[in-house]
């Protein structure tokens, strides 16, 4: 990010599932703060094999509960698509859902919209699981199991046009997503991002692999920065972030939950470290990143560290972070979420951010796990670190909270953001309505709808102030879905009581207060030529609502027969008893009131249609002697200017005269809204919609109760227009989804083809463990000298990377039998020696001299040299001497070679 181009993006809305059944970020915070570890044994559903557990570090590990049941139906994928769809994908279509209603969106609403999606995810396993159990690839494995779908599904299902990449940096995955979306809404490419990352441990390759490197710790916990730190634990873990530019968010009074105020990125490229250790890069990018933050060493409070939990890794990051901090006046606080968790890899960024951000949030600062006494590795008398080991109170400054949040990737990638606590302003809250308000629930079924229902009978507001805001939440953040459920309450006694009645009731009974539509109806209003002017609750309406007030007005001076009138002049007359005297007035009065109720109706965020009786005598049983001319000027008066508002009204508003009802009201199911009780309409027998027919008049004193009506309708509402101005965005519980089990069948593992069984074994990792003398018998070995210099853990982690190019065990077909020992290597640096064996129904002479030339080559940083370039060669070079092939080498019996110096250094 160019320090000229960046502004601040704010964070305005999050969403998770991680260890320990945290779906919510609010469950996450209590997780923390209390200093919860959620790390548990594998669950028997993963895997069983004894082979696996035999050769890995550690049973403990953090996953995700119920990762086999989705809701497909809700994102409208079909049943069979949904069985090959990677659960990493359906967890990111979940939690985005939720990141968005977290933000107070309307998801339906960012149907076009130019938001972008940037999603870290790293490895993609389910189809590899289904093949396991025999399940065939179909149609949609491809595209179910493609990581670069992972963040296209996301803007296909919600329809967002902004930019849609996946980002595999590894552990730095989700952090170098939320930089790049931050990019990209300060390049314009998008007005709004989402921000993810996911990790799934679906085989036990990964385990097996790093157990073999020495990586996972084999107590199972993260003792980020700890003297007995042993390594890092696996885990799982999905997040989400809304971000938006924060001037936008500002502007639009969207909820704001932190500020990113800049970042960066980088690579340790050819250094001499290991490709995710590189110090000097790692110094580099959090200098960056505090550069174009406009921030210096002294502002930041708390370092989210990556503290992975590995000794050499946790050692390194205080290196590094002492070389950046050293010159600071005050303690620099750090932690390691991974210490709670463990590390979600390409889900890792998430949980550092939302932890940032709910300590931020809760001016606390919560307990770093497992660590106990210091590393000793790291001169913590001569560092400003200090490792917040137990919760505390977020240091008091005078300044915005700001921390540092750093990741890497085993791919060399470096990350850096900084979040800072927003302390701007609020514009003043409008007044609150008056009761009753209008509670609004949706979901996309029944079963979705139940368990919403029970989500917020659960998240009830307390105290009746908070009462009006939570109403009109669940009206403002919240899509309306076809199945949907409203009540009218007037205080919070009320809502607990109903929500609890209602929750008391069997599931049959409930139903009867849902109803669902397939569609949104056309509504039309419909304008009666019948005496059916209700003065008082027109009075009231006229006080109350501008809106209404101004329409009136309007149609007074549009009416040449009481242009000369007032409101209240024709309120007076019309208050009296009906004669054929003020008969007149009684008609422009009703026509006056008809028309100012419907342009309130579309004030408040309806769409409405008209409709007229233009067959019907204007008022005809109740004249007599009166002249007909009068009113049937009258009536062509009101029709003009009926035709001139819908002419500068919406382009889709039509004037439907009665004949025409038939023929174009029944393309969809219509509600007609008239001033006439108990009017009824001819339906044509030829549609198969439906008409239903609201009288208004016993509506007029509380229009709350017509918005419930029409909503339980299907109508879609415009509640922006109903309420004004957005409010502050009160944090409700989402939509709720209604999952099912979506998973390869298990039962068919048993009968899979013996081939595909065995391309799914699982190879064994390497063993340092010498094979038995006899087991030896006849086989091909060298023994090299190595010097005292020779860096024994480097050399443990390249042989193990041997086992990749040249599989250690040849698999047996049988399930019973022992797999055989292809290949042997080790060390004794006591003795200065490095043994290499080559068992011979694997190889003879020449491979191994092509197994010492790769380790070698790995060893001292030099490229791989071609296989057909040395297995024709008689004298192969072993930097700096040589060793000369003999035909001997081949049949060696118990012989061990002479003992060749090879002085291996890096």
């Given at each position: 990010?160019?320090?000229?181009?960046?502004?601040?993006?704010?964070?305005?809305?999050?969403?998770?599932?991680?260890?320990?059944?945290?779906?919510?970020?609010?469950?996450?915070?209590?997780?923390?703060?209390?200093?919860?570890?959620?790390?548990?044994?594998?669950?028997?559903?993963?895997?069983?094999?004894?082979?696996?557990?035999?050769?890995?570090?550690?049973?403990?590990?953090?996953?995700?509960?119920?990762?086999?049941?989705?809701?497909?139906?809700?994102?409208?994928?079909?049943?069979?698509?949904?069985?090959?769809?990677?659960?990493?994908?359906?967890?990111?279509?979940?939690?985005?859902?939720?990141?968005?209603?977290?933000?107070?969106?309307?998801?339906?609403?960012?149907?076009?919209?130019?938001?972008?999606?940037?999603?870290?995810?790293?490895?993609?396993?389910?189809?590899?699981?289904?093949?396991?159990?025999?399940?065939?690839?179909?149609?949609?494995?491809?595209?179910?199991?493609?990581?670069?779908?992972?963040?296209?599904?996301?803007?296909?299902?919600?329809?967002?046009?902004?930019?849609?990449?996946?980002?595999?940096?590894?552990?730095?995955?989700?952090?170098?997503?939320?930089?790049?979306?931050?990019?990209?809404?300060?390049?314009?490419?998008?007005?709004?991002?989402?921000?993810?990352?996911?990790?799934?441990?679906?085989?036990?390759?990964?385990?097996?692999?790093?157990?073999?490197?020495?990586?996972?710790?084999?107590?199972?916990?993260?003792?980020?920065?700890?003297?007995?730190?042993?390594?890092?634990?696996?885990?799982?873990?999905?997040?989400?972030?809304?971000?938006?530019?924060?001037?936008?968010?500002?502007?639009?009074?969207?909820?704001?939950?932190?500020?990113?105020?800049?970042?960066?990125?980088?690579?340790?490229?050819?250094?001499?470290?290991?490709?995710?250790?590189?110090?000097?890069?790692?110094?580099?990018?959090?200098?960056?990143?505090?550069?174009?933050?406009?921030?210096?060493?002294?502002?930041?409070?708390?370092?989210?560290?990556?503290?992975?939990?590995?000794?050499?890794?946790?050692?390194?990051?205080?290196?590094?972070?002492?070389?950046?901090?050293?010159?600071?006046?005050?303690?620099?606080?750090?932690?390691?979420?991974?210490?709670?968790?463990?590390?979600?890899?390409?889900?890792?960024?998430?949980?550092?951010?939302?932890?940032?951000?709910?300590?931020?949030?809760?001016?606390?600062?919560?307990?770093?796990?497992?660590?106990?006494?210091?590393?000793?590795?790291?001169?913590?008398?001569?560092?400003?670190?200090?490792?917040?080991?137990?919760?505390?109170?977020?240091?008091?400054?005078?300044?915005?909270?700001?921390?540092?949040?750093?990741?890497?990737?085993?791919?060399?990638?470096?990350?850096?953001?900084?979040?800072?606590?927003?302390?701007?302003?609020?514009?003043?809250?409008?007044?609150?309505?008056?009761?009753?308000?209008?509670?609004?629930?949706?979901?996309?079924?029944?079963?979705?709808?139940?368990?919403?229902?029970?989500?917020?009978?659960?998240?009830?507001?307390?105290?009746?102030?908070?009462?009006?805001?939570?109403?009109?939440?669940?009206?403002?953040?919240?899509?309306?879905?076809?199945?949907?459920?409203?009540?009218?309450?007037?205080?919070?006694?009320?809502?607990?009581?109903?929500?609890?009645?209602?929750?008391?009731?069997?599931?049959?009974?409930?139903?009867?207060?849902?109803?669902?539509?397939?569609?949104?109806?056309?509504?039309?209003?419909?304008?009666?030529?019948?005496?059916?002017?209700?003065?008082?609750?027109?009075?009231?309406?006229?006080?109350?609502?501008?809106?209404?007030?101004?329409?009136?007005?309007?149609?007074?001076?549009?009416?040449?027969?009481?242009?000369?009138?007032?409101?209240?002049?024709?309120?007076?007359?019309?208050?009296?008893?009906?004669?054929?005297?003020?008969?007149?007035?009684?008609?422009?009065?009703?026509?006056?009131?008809?028309?100012?109720l419907a342009s309130l109706l579309q004030t408040k965020g309806l769409a409405l249609d008209y409709l007229t009786d233009e067959k019907q005598p204007l008022f005809k049983k109740e004249r007599s002697n009166t002249d007909d001319v009068i009113f049937r000027t009258l009536r062509d008066e009101f029709i003009q200017l009926l035709s001139l508002s819908v002419k500068n009204g919406p382009a889709e508003q039509e004037l439907v005269a009665g004949a025409e009802m038939k023929l174009k009201a029944f393309d969809r199911p219509a509600?007609?809204?008239?001033?006439?009780?108990?009017?009824?309409?001819?339906?044509?027998?030829?549609?198969?919609?439906?008409?239903?027919?609201?009288?208004?008049?016993?509506?007029?004193?509380?229009?709350?109760?017509?918005?419930?009506?029409?909503?339980?309708?299907?109508?879609?509402?415009?509640?922006?227009l109903y309420h004004g101005n957005k409010s502050d965005t009160v944090l409700l519980p989402t939509t709720a989804f209604a999952r099912s089990h979506i998973w390869f069948d298990k039962s068919k593992a048993s009968t899979a083809s013996k081939s595909i069984a065995k391309e799914n074994q699982y190879p064994l990792c390497y063993t340092g463990q010498r094979p038995a003398a006899d087991e030896m018998r006849g086989w091909c070995h060298v023994t090299f000298r190595i010097l005292k210099e020779f860096d024994t853990q480097k050399?443990?982690?390249?042989?193990?990377?041997?086992?990749?190019?040249?599989?250690?065990?040849?698999?047996?077909?049988?399930?019973?039998?022992?797999?055989?020992?292809?290949?042997?290597?080790?060390?004794?640096?006591?003795?200065?020696?490095?043994?290499?064996?080559?068992?011979?129904?694997?190889?003879?002479?020449?491979?191994?001299?092509?197994?010492?030339?790769?380790?070698?080559?790995?060893?001292?940083?030099?490229?791989?040299?071609?296989?057909?370039?040395?297995?024709?060669?008689?004298?192969?070079?072993?930097?700096?001497?040589?060793?000369?092939?003999?035909?001997?080498?081949?049949?060696?019996?118990?012989?061990?070679?002479?003992?060749?110096?090879?002085?291996?250094?890096?």
């Amino acid at each position: 990010m160019n320090r000229k181009q960046y502004s601040p993006v704010a964070i305005t809305g999050m969403a998770c599932r991680f260890p320990d059944n945290i779906k919510m970020p609010e469950e996450l915070w209590n997780s923390l703060n209390v200093g919860h570890d959620p790390v548990d044994t594998i669950p028997t559903g993963r895997w069983t094999s004894q082979a696996v557990k035999n050769n890995i570090a550690t049973d403990q590990g953090g996953f995700i509960d119920d990762i086999e049941y989705f809701d497909a139906g809700f994102f409208d994928i079909s049943p069979s698509e949904a069985l090959e769809l990677e659960p990493q994908q359906r967890l990111l279509l979940e939690v985005s859902h939720e990141a968005f209603e977290n933000a107070g969106i309307r998801v339906k609403d960012l149907m076009g919209s130019k938001t972008g999606v940037y999603i870290g995810i790293s490895a993609s396993e389910y189809m590899a699981v289904g093949k396991q159990l025999g399940h065939e690839i179909g149609p949609f494995s491809a595209f179910g199991s493609a990581m670069s779908t992972a963040a296209g599904r996301i803007s296909y299902c919600f329809g967002l046009e902004g930019p849609a990449l996946a980002i595999d940096s590894a552990c730095a995955s989700s952090l170098a997503a939320v930089l790049q979306a931050a990019s990209a809404l300060n390049n314009h490419e998008c007005d709004l991002a989402l921000a993810g990352g996911v990790s799934l441990i679906l085989t036990p390759d990964g385990y097996i692999s790093f157990s073999a490197l020495n990586m996972i710790s084999p107590s199972g916990r993260c003792r980020s920065f700890s003297a007995d730190a042993d390594g890092y634990v696996p885990s799982e873990g999905c997040g989400a972030i809304v971000l938006k530019r924060l001037d936008d968010a500002v502007k639009d009074n969207d909820p704001i939950l932190a500020v990113l105020k800049g970042g960066a990125l980088n690579n340790g490229g050819r250094s001499e470290y290991s490709p995710g250790g590189a110090p000097q890069a790692q110094v580099d990018v959090i200098r960056q990143a505090l550069s174009v933050s406009n921030l210096n060493y002294d502002d930041i409070d708390f370092l989210e560290t990556h503290g992975s939990g590995s000794p050499q890794g946790d050692i390194q990051e205080g290196a590094v972070l002492n070389d950046v901090f050293s010159q600071r006046h005050s303690p620099l606080l750090i932690g390691s979420v991974k210490s709670n968790l463990g590390n979600m890899e390409a889900a890792a960024g998430m949980a550092s951010i939302m932890k940032v951000i709910l300590c931020i949030r809760h001016q606390q600062l919560v307990p770093n796990l497992h660590f106990s006494t210091p590393a000793d590795k790291i001169d913590w008398n001569m560092t400003p670190l200090q490792v917040v080991s137990e919760a505390r109170d977020w240091p008091v400054t005078g300044r915005p909270k700001t921390a540092g949040i750093s990741g890497r990737g085993i791919n060399g990638t470096n990350a850096h953001l900084i979040l800072q606590e927003w302390t701007g302003s609020r514009p003043r809250q409008a007044i609150a309505p008056s009761p009753p308000y209008l509670v609004t629930l949706a979901a996309k079924s029944i079963s979705g709808l139940e368990n919403t229902l029970r989500s917020f009978t659960a998240n009830l507001p307390t105290t009746d102030s908070a009462l009006a805001a939570w109403c009109e939440a669940t009206n403002f953040q919240r899509s309306a879905y076809p199945v949907r459920f409203a009540s009218l309450v007037s205080n919070v006694e009320q809502l607990h009581r109903d929500f609890t009645r209602l929750n008391s009731l069997t599931p049959e009974a409930r139903q009867n207060h849902y109803q669902t539509s397939a569609c949104s109806p056309q509504i039309f209003f419909h304008f009666s030529f019948q005496p059916t002017a209700p003065a008082a609750e027109s009075k009231a309406l006229y006080d109350s609502y501008s809106d209404y007030r101004d329409a009136f007005k309007y149609v007074i001076s549009g009416l040449s027969v009481i242009r000369h009138m007032t409101f209240s002049q024709l309120y007076s007359v019309v208050n009296k008893v009906t004669t054929p005297e003020n008969l007149l007035s009684l008609a422009a009065f009703s026509l006056c009131h008809q028309f100012s109720l419907a342009s309130l109706l579309q004030t408040k965020g309806l769409a409405l249609d008209y409709l007229t009786d233009e067959k019907q005598p204007l008022f005809k049983k109740e004249r007599s002697n009166t002249d007909d001319v009068i009113f049937r000027t009258l009536r062509d008066e009101f029709i003009q200017l009926l035709s001139l508002s819908v002419k500068n009204g919406p382009a889709e508003q039509e004037l439907v005269a009665g004949a025409e009802m038939k023929l174009k009201a029944f393309d969809r199911p219509a509600i007609v809204l008239s001033s006439e009780l108990n009017k009824t309409f001819d339906v044509d027998k030829k549609s198969l919609s439906q008409i239903t027919v609201i009288a208004l008049l016993p509506l007029l004193n509380n229009l709350t109760e017509l918005w419930s009506l029409l909503f339980m309708a299907g109508v879609n509402i415009d509640w922006q227009l109903y309420h004004g101005n957005k409010s502050d965005t009160v944090l409700l519980p989402t939509t709720a989804f209604a999952r099912s089990h979506i998973w390869f069948d298990k039962s068919k593992a048993s009968t899979a083809s013996k081939s595909i069984a065995k391309e799914n074994q699982y190879p064994l990792c390497y063993t340092g463990q010498r094979p038995a003398a006899d087991e030896m018998r006849g086989w091909c070995h060298v023994t090299f000298r190595i010097l005292k210099e020779f860096d024994t853990q480097k050399a443990s982690l390249l042989i193990t990377a041997l086992t990749i190019r040249y599989p250690q065990y040849q698999l047996s077909d049988s399930d019973n039998a022992v797999n055989s020992l292809n290949w042997w290597m080790d060390y004794d640096l006591a003795e200065e020696k490095l043994l290499l064996a080559v068992n011979p129904s694997f190889g003879d002479e020449s491979t191994l001299i092509t197994l010492f030339q790769t380790f070698h080559a790995l060893y001292t940083g030099k490229s791989l040299p071609q296989t057909d370039q040395w297995m024709d060669t008689d004298e192969i070079t072993l930097y700096p001497l040589q060793l000369t092939r003999e035909p001997s080498l081949r049949s060696s019996d118990n012989k061990q070679f002479a003992s060749v110096g090879v002085p291996l250094q890096a």
